[in-house]
């Protein structure tokens, strides 16, 4: 019987959490006259597109938006094997720490950010050549949470 009803309240949570309303897209890598090289050093990746969520207090509700660049955010990464990488984008440069540095990827915090509450993480995945770049807001004096990520192309 335990099991029955476990199963049963499984379903239950899988049905709820299905979205009414899905879609997905593919967005294939820009052509390139040559080849991706893996990450080690440095890198510039472009987002084109961008997946918003804010939680909205009235209406007690997360709100999800799929927003696609009309001038698409380009970030260099520099000096990414040593202790203090670098990225440089449209709101200038900035000092990143580096939280991992493996085989696979290389993961990093921008610094300044951290101190008003802002988390921009960026995961650069060396031999893909694709970085995923995460951004949560706490807005002060009890403003909605609110956060964004994407995956852009690097070369």
């Known amino acids: ?15 709820s959490c299905t979205p009414k309303d899905s879609f997905e ?3 294939a890598r820009p052509e390139s006259v040559l080849p991706p ?3 080690e050093e440095s890198t510039t ?3 084109d597109f ?10 007690d509700s997360a709100n999800f938006k799929f927003l ?20 440089k984008g ?12 493996d085989e696979t990827s290389f993961l990093v915090a921008e610094a300044a950010p951290l101190e008003s509450g802002t988390t921009i993480i960026y995961e650069i ?8 770049w995460t951004k949560s807001y706490k807005i002060p004096f009890g403003g909605p949470p609110f956060g964004m990520i994407s995956m852009g192309f690097c070369d």
């Open 1 to 15: 019987m335990k099991k029955l009803l476990l199963a049963i309240f499984a379903i239950f949570l899988l049905a």
């Open 25 to 27: 897209f593919s967005y």
């Open 37 to 39: 090289i893996p990450v």
């Open 45 to 47: 990746c472009v987002f």
């Open 50 to 59: 961008i997946q918003n969520v804010d939680f909205d207090h009235e209406s």
């Open 68 to 87: 696609e660049q009309s001038n698409p955010i380009s970030i260099a990464f520099l000096d990414l094997s040593t202790d203090i990488p670098k990225s």
């Open 90 to 101: 449209n709101n200038g440069q900035s000092e990143l720490i580096k939280l991992r540095d």
């Open 125 to 132: 995945f060396k031999n893909e050549n694709v970085a995923i």
